[in-house]
Nanobody
Framework: QVQLVESGGGLVQAGGSLRLSCAASGRTFSNYNMGWFRQAPGKERRFVAAISWLGSDRSYVDSAKGRFTISRDNVKNTVYLQMNSMKPEDTAVYYC????????????????WGQGTQVTVSS
């Protein structure tokens, strides 16, 4: 089992920044590829970014490219999502997730999920 706890969400104005953190415990964190997903009210959970276990492979949804950065610290067992130039359409509950093997944009491939953290961007 891997336990994931997100933090860092909140209310920010358009153009502002937030950094989300996801602390992992349980199994060896460095064995897992990590992803961030988000779910807006009434919408499906959608991929935002992912990072491989070593941090050498990163993927982003097109809307996040150039604005968001995913990173990880395998000593602190934490994955981060730095969000800059935020927009109202970034408003959602953000979830981190973990999976073995390869990086994926498919939520169904992830084995472990955090409880989510609310991000609200005001216009």
């Amino acid at each position: 089992q891997v336990q994931l706890v997100e933090s860092g969400g909140g209310l920010v104005q358009a153009g502002g920044s937030l950094r989300l953190s996801c602390a992992a415990s349980g199994r060896t964190f460095s064995n897992y590829n990590m992803g961030w997903f988000r779910q807006a009210p009434g919408k499906e959970r959608r991929f935002v970014a992912a990072i491989s276990w070593l941090g050498s492979d990163r993927s982003y949804v097109d809307s996040a490219k150039g604005r968001f950065t995913i990173s990880r610290d395998n000593v602190k067992n934490t994955v981060y999502l730095q969000m800059n130039s935020m927009k109202p359409e970034d408003t959602a509950v953000y979830y981190c997730a973990a999976k073995r093997l390869s990086v994926s944009v498919d939520a169904e491939e992830y084995d472990y999920w955090g409880q989510g953290t609310q991000v609200t961007v005001s216009s």
